[in-house]
């Protein structure tokens, strides 16, 4: 927490605030009187706590220092639990600002207001929350094609341009095939598929679009997942924007919209740090389980057939995109040595979302018989070690030149596939082949499921008789 780390560097000024509390807390321990006076007293003290933590981060932040906590651009939202900030520039903003996907990867976050300020990348949304520049709701040019990109984070862009995202490179790319294309960044970080279908049917198909492309997979497993590993999880979940990106977990909302900073961060050190952290780690077996999980697989599915089905009826082409990843369960070990020495993430992290990149496959390659993919882990397939690093931040996030190769066999694709020549949708629904995929859209390929078993009784076979696990040499647990 970045209150704490500004306490680490001023050690006398933190000593004497955890003196003052301790103190405070021992004459509590020894008031006399009836216990109505002793809560009251108790009532104070905290109080009083909440008024140092609000004048410190005041004094180091500025008057809008909840943003230290909390996210600038991620907002509630009414509809779809949270979205981006409309109408806003981080280049703009003129107060130190945290939000880690504003930044480029290892940037030395500064709370000065010029430093922060200076090592910001180009991100602005929109009107309407889209990130990049204003659109129509309408077409004014009925010659164009216009193309929304849909997604979470890898679709958004973190830590990139505006101009550097993929769907902006797609609109250049297209272009100079002799396309005319607008295409819209619909992605926003955190979001999973049940949130896209909303957005889809709330507002992408009233903008007049010819062309929707589907992003997903990652934050199916990662949302199914944070619930107390699925025990909390139900379908259509939403999350507001402290659930998911200050307190990773569906706390519930007396927690998540308390007005006390004290409170919150109290309940965000538990969640982060006792059951966040714990049960998210790729070292902890129980983790694993969630990749044999049906329920969320078949959810994302549904979400695809939903709009697919709409998609069909409003004349609107609809494609997937089979997402790429850094890691593959066939990595050489020599490619695998180099992508943990370079990223710092763990061979059980990598060996997860390669396992994972293989349930999300399947269910792009089974949902193919409805709603055609594009397959861009296809085309990296022979980019192994530092080429095909160069093209990942970590383990799914791509680097400017990431999402330029990405934007390109996305291009190449639609091209290929004459997807601008015809009229009408490219989706052909039907109820009786949507339930027989169904049917076993869940289950994964037998080698997969050995692999896991393998892996879960490896990791069991490691705890400590306490439970805890050896070790936990990794700073991410997320696809977020």
């Known amino acids: 927490m970045r209150l ?77 639990g949270f979205s981006f900030r409309k109408a806003s520039s981080a280049r703009s903003v003129p107060f130190p600002i945290f939000d880690k996907f504003i930044f480029r990867p290892g940037t030395r976050q500064q709370d000065a207001l010029e430093g922060n300020h200076s090592r910001r990348v180009e991100f602005r ?184 089905k709409l998609a069909s009826q409003m004349g609107i082409k609809l494609y997937t995109i089979n997402p790429p990843c850094l890691s593959d369960i066939q990595d050489a070990p020599a490619d695998r040595e180099f992508y943990e020495k370079h990223t710092g993430l763990n061979g059980f992290f990598l060996d997860y979302q390669a396992i994972s990149k293989k349930r999300i496959q399947k269910v792009i390659l089974e949902a193919g018989r409805i709603v055609p993919f594009i397959d861009a882990e296809m085309g990296l397939q022979n980019l192994r070690g530092p080429e ?19 934007a390109r066999l996305i291009a190449e694709n639609l091209v290929a596939a004459d997807g601008f020549a015809r009229s009408g949708s490219n989706v052909i629904y039907d109820d009786e082949l949507v339930q027989k995929i169904r049917e076993g859209i869940g289950n994964n390929y037998n080698y997969i499921d050995d692999l896991l078993e393998k892996k879960i009784q490896y990791l069991r076979s490691t705890t400590q008789k306490d439970g805890h696990l050896l070790e936990l040499p990794m700073q991410r647990y997320t696809t977020f």
């Open 388 to 406: 095909r690093l160069g093209l990942f931040y970590d383990e799914i996030h791509h680097s400017p030149k990431g999402h330029g190769y990405l």
């Open 4 to 80: 704490i780390n500004f306490l680490n560097d001023r050690p006398r000024l933190a000593r004497s605030c955890l003196a003052l509390y301790v103190v405070s807390g021992i004459g509590i321990l020894y008031l006399a009187g009836p216990m109505r006076w002793k809560l009251f007293w108790l009532l104070l003290l905290v109080l009083g706590i909440e008024l140092g933590i609000r004048l410190l981060m005041r004094m180091v932040y500025g008057r809008h220092y909840q943003f230290a906590v909390y996210n600038y651009f991620l907002i509630d939202h009414p509809q779809y």
């Open 125 to 308: 949304v929109n009107s309407l929350g889209f990130r990049g520049p204003e659109f129509s709701l309408k077409k004014k040019n009925k010659d164009r094609v216009r193309i929304f990109a849909s997604g979470g984070s890898t679709t958004a862009g973190i830590q990139v341009d505006d101009g550097e995202a993929w769907p902006a490179v797609l609109e250049r790319e297209l272009k100079n095939r002799g396309v005319n294309a607008e295409v819209i960044n619909g992605g926003v970080p955190g979001w999973y598929s049940y949130q896209e279908r909303l957005r889809f049917e709330r507002e992408i198909v009233n903008y007049e679009p010819d062309i929707v492309l589907l992003h997903q997979g990652w934050n199916e497993e990662f949302v199914f997942s944070m619930q107390n590993l699925g025990k909390s999880w139900h379908p259509g979940l939403l999350m507001n924007a402290v659930e998911i990106g200050t307190m990773h977990s569906r706390a519930g909302r007396i927690f998540s919209r308390t007005g006390s900073l004290l409170f919150r961060m109290l309940v965000m050190g538990y969640f982060w740090d006792w059951r966040f952290k714990k049960t998210m780690s790729c070292l902890n077996p129980s983790r694993w389980h969630a990749l044999r999980a049906s329920d969320y697989i078949e959810h994302w599915f549904g979400n695809i057939m939903s709009m697919a």
